[in-house]
């Protein structure tokens, strides 16, 4: 019952290599029973004390949206201003948002203060309670790309901001915002490789202790 | 080439409900390719303008292993005095690390100040390459459970201490500390659901805006 085949940990190993940051969506809809089933991933997530702190904002409204817009152009020209040269000019070029397109759009907050877990673990490291966030976004993309559903997570936003924009509970913190959406392309590349903007290393280096 | 077939949509959600947290390890080791495979996983992994911040070290040295578990037991001994009545009662009797008998231990870290992905996406939101780290560290878990190994998280530590016990760089954060090894039991249900201390939602309410 419990083991999994040699064909599924390849296929396992394929889905993480085909997982992209997705920032160009098509615009058609997406079946809510398709994101609905995407997001009961989170129930099945890891969190510090079994706090479950994920609380999650689906952003419809055309003024959300909006809003939610202009706080990522306002955030992105003033980190345009960071950088100069050839980083300045591809900065420039870079699409790193798919606010405009993404027909399903998502503010992925931390409830710092849920009683939930009663602390369990998140006394000296309160900040695991984000972390189980994190790890519930991951399995969302991952069982999002499974059904060929592309995920781009926008972190160039004052998240202070956005809280106050969209009217959630002060305790709350921004995690992510996601953009959902079927993409445009199935990319093997991070944009950011193509583009020209980093490289991905292919070795991980460890210490020893 | 790209698509997932049904079956594997279903093992890929058999998958996240098998990942545990693991407390309860065998002390036989685990052979190094299979940890590799694993760890191969975090090169993969969504990172903030390819920053790819995280840093691994193995803890293997009687030494380093004996400052950890002391880190840890004076930080539990802390954090049961915040409890009382039956919450102190089950608190005593949940195993909340492996560190006595995982062969594998990992603390990993994040390099808060490393130059790759030139501050991409990171400029208002820096806890995005410790959320980066966090993503890895998801994926690194969910390969180890295709292959049958378990991971723990332990998080009732110290993170300076420990960052200064395992002489790493300054600018390197903790994350989490990992006991990794093959699990006594393969359990269905998280441990501390079974031991009564908190349950686990099955319904995931979200707000719109």
Do not use: H
Not at 31 to 59: H, M, Q, Y
Not at 68 to 75: A, G, P
Not at 90 to 96: D, E, F, V
Request: proline share 5%; with cysteine.
């Amino acid at each position: 019952m419990t083991e999994f085949t040699q064909t599924f940990q390849q296929d396992f190993d394929k889905l993480l290599r085909l997982r992209r940051d997705v920032r160009r969506f098509r615009t058609d809809p997406v079946d809510g029973g398709i994101i609905d089933r995407c997001l009961a991933t989170f129930n099945l997530a890891p969190s510090v004390g079994l706090s479950e702190p994920w609380r999650i904002v689906k952003v419809q409204s055309a003024a959300a949206r909006q809003a939610v817009l202009e706080n990522f152009e306002t955030t992105n020209a003033e980190a345009i201003k960071g950088y100069s040269g050839e980083k300045a000019q591809i900065y420039s070029t870079l699409k790193l948002s798919g606010m405009r397109d993404a027909p399903v759009q998502l503010a992925v907050f931390c409830d710092e203060e849920t009683p939930k877990g009663a602390g369990l673990g998140a006394r000296t490291m309160p900040e695991t309670r984000r972390y189980s966030v994190v790890a519930a976004i991951t399995q969302f993309w991952l069982c999002a790309r499974t059904i060929g559903l592309g995920v781009g997570w926008v972190s160039i936003l004052d998240p202070d901001s956005l809280t106050k924009e969209l009217n959630v509970p002060e305790n709350w913190s921004l995690v992510a915002y996601l953009c959902v959406g079927w993409p445009e392309d199935v990319l093997t590349t991070p944009e950011l490789v193509t583009a020209g903007w980093e490289t991905r290393s292919d070795i991980l280096e460890t210490l020893e202790r």
